[in-house]
């Protein structure tokens, strides 16, 4: 459903008097990026940060308008649902399937290479995640943007345009810097800030990757570290706002809704939480977490996140003992369908952890990811490998055709990809 950023700005202001007093105190552990930390920062080596991206944006929606509006609900424009319901209807499985698809193009591109050629204007996948680094800057990066927007409008994509992301928290884990782009300070160093001046920030940094063509920026993070506890994926990165739940909750629905306000949908990651596992899944097969379960407290940021109507929730690649031992949570339908979707009520857009290069997956084949990801509820496949879009849509066209319950899955997750496509004014009846 259509994203609610005056919930989550209201939510965010309620939250100072609250919590202010308390995130002073906290002393979180880290976090942990997509793309990893760059080479010049060495203060914490122990393990390579998360993939990072950078996303276009199609949309007529500039960097002033007001939290909450929608591109293109001017009259004489379909509404969302008759939009959606009408390009749907356009579209044959495997454009559908292809939908569910966000791939790889590096950051630092002058131009679309060859294997994001391919992926968007031949194999017509809905999402683009601008990956590494890049110090380019927004001309550059919206220049960039264009160029993946272009390849977008042909034949085989129905003038669909693409999600563009970017895995832009701050701190070590900042994909776009250079002319336009603000540094941003890490999530610690956030959360130390009242939650009202931290959607002010988030608000100018949104507006500067709005600027360039970025629709989707895959932050902030939900995962709380508890005080004095190692973890790799989060705590050795700065990557968390705070070490107690409500604190994090306070920066974490902030820094989302001055996205919004800046015309960028936010990503709250990494659902249930990796702020207790073992390892960090980028680099690590088999990270557990054997602490969370169904109702935990530590799930609190995630909560107020849905409650907020945010449009996007990613979900982790651990598997969690105490909610569907022995799966992944992506794979997870206990964790994706029920959990976030039941017992949470998301509605959203849900997106993989990188189904890519992370080590969490090697011994999945490629194929298989798009499909158990999608069984289990989820909609939008991460891949940072753009070369691997042709395997993971032939697979979820060859199960939708043999399994009619996989196919109305398919469906619906392109459905949703689509209803948010709409808000962002991607799509030609809502342009």
Known sequence: MPPRPTRLSALAVGLVVAVTGCTATDQPAGPVPV????????????????HQAA???????????????????????ASHPSCVAQVMERMDLAERAAQLLMVGVPADSTAPPPSAVVAVRDQAVGSVILTGR???G???TAALVESLQRLAEGPTTQAVGLEVAVDQEGGQVQVLSGPGFSTIPDALTQGLLP???????ARTWGAQLAAAGITVNLAPVADTVPAGVDNDPIGDFDREYATRPAAVTASATAFAAG???GGVAPVVKHFPGLGRASGNTDTTAGVVDTVTTRRDPYLQPFRAAVDADTPYVMVATASYQR????RLAAFSPVIVERLLRRDLGFDGVVISDDLGAARAVVDVPVGRRATQFVAAGGDVVLTVVPEQAPAMVAALVQRA???????????EAARRVLTRKAVAGLLPCRR
């Open 138 to 140: 927004v001309k550059a």
């Open 195 to 201: 939650p009202a001046q931290l959607r002010s920030q």
């Open 55 to 77: 996303a276009p944006s199609a949309s007529p929606r500039t960097p002033g308008d007001k939290p909450g509006h929608e591109p293109g609900n001017e009259p004489g424009k």
């Open 401 to 411: 055709r043999a399994v009619p319950t996989f196919g109305t899955a398919v469906a």
């Open 259 to 261: 996205m919004l306000a």
């Open 134 to 136: 890049s110090a380019a």
């Open 323 to 326: 909610i569907d031992p022995g």
């Open 35 to 50: 793309s990893g930390p760059s080479p010049a920062e060495t203060t914490r080596t122990s393990a390579p940060a998360p």
